[in-house]
T-cell receptor, first 114, second 110 residues
């Protein structure tokens, strides 16, 4: 069974640029959630995708967008990067239904915006 | 008021001690309660999850939920240096997003 993987591991971008982060779900999982974790903070929910549709969104502006593909892998896109977007971006996969609460996280992508 | 409050620590204990980690919350609709362990530069790892009130035990770990007090705890018995990590509580209402605490940093000294 393959765990959740994310790419790239680290990324440095300039304010105003755009970035795409990628996530491959754990085998068999059809739900992906994305989180932003600032230094010294807990993860903050960005949004969730279930079977290629957005299935819930946290308090993040529209410049944070996502996609889920038929193989359940996912992308997080952030436009017009701001300095405060510097954080660890985590994706987590799960099954639907009662097992939706068993989320398995990837190692994260550390984004630095300068 | 934050949805979930967690004392960030840091907490330092000798090997073999019993560790108690706690979170409080404000949303009475929360029914699912999770504990994650996060090592430095890694993603969170699910330790335990509990539905509604009560206790759940898994090896050296015990999770407790007191919904009347809006208080959850994680106990670690016979703590080991390998338990040194940040512990995050998380909770959710059915069909809703997860809310995480800020995490408690734990160091177990050999």
């Amino acid at each position: 069974e393959t765990g959740v993987t994310q790419s790239p591991t680290h990324l440095i971008k300039t304010r105003g640029q755009q970035v795409t982060l990628r996530c491959s779900s754990q085998s068999g999982h059809n739900t992906v959630s994305w989180y932003q974790q600032a230094l010294g903070q807990g993860p903050q929910f960005i949004f969730q995708y279930y079977r290629e549709e957005e299935n819930g969104r946290g308090n993040f502006p529209p410049r944070f967008s996502g996609l889920q593909f038929p193989n359940y892998s996912s992308e997080l896109n952030v436009n017009a990067l701001e300095l405060d977007d510097s954080a660890l971006y985590l994706c987590a996969s799960s099954l639907e239904g009662t097992r939706a609460y068993e989320q398995y996280f990837g190692p994260g992508t550390r984004l630095t915006v300068t | 008021q934050k949805e979930v409050e967690q004392d960030p620590g840091p907490l330092s204990v000798p090997e073999g001690a019993i560790v108690s980690l706690n979170c409080t919350y404000s949303n009475s609709a929360f029914q699912y309660f999770m504990w994650y362990r996060q090592y430095s530069r890694k993603g969170p790892e699910l330790l335990m999850y509990t539905y509604s009130s009560g206790n759940k035990e898994d090896g050296r770990f015990t999770a407790q939920v007191d919904k009347s007090s809006k208080y959850i705890s994680l106990f670690i018995r016979d703590s080991q240096p390998s338990d040194s990590a940040t512990y995050l509580c998380a909770m959710s209402a059915p069909g809703n997003q997860f809310y995480f605490g800020t995490g408690t940093s734990l160091t177990v000294i050999p």
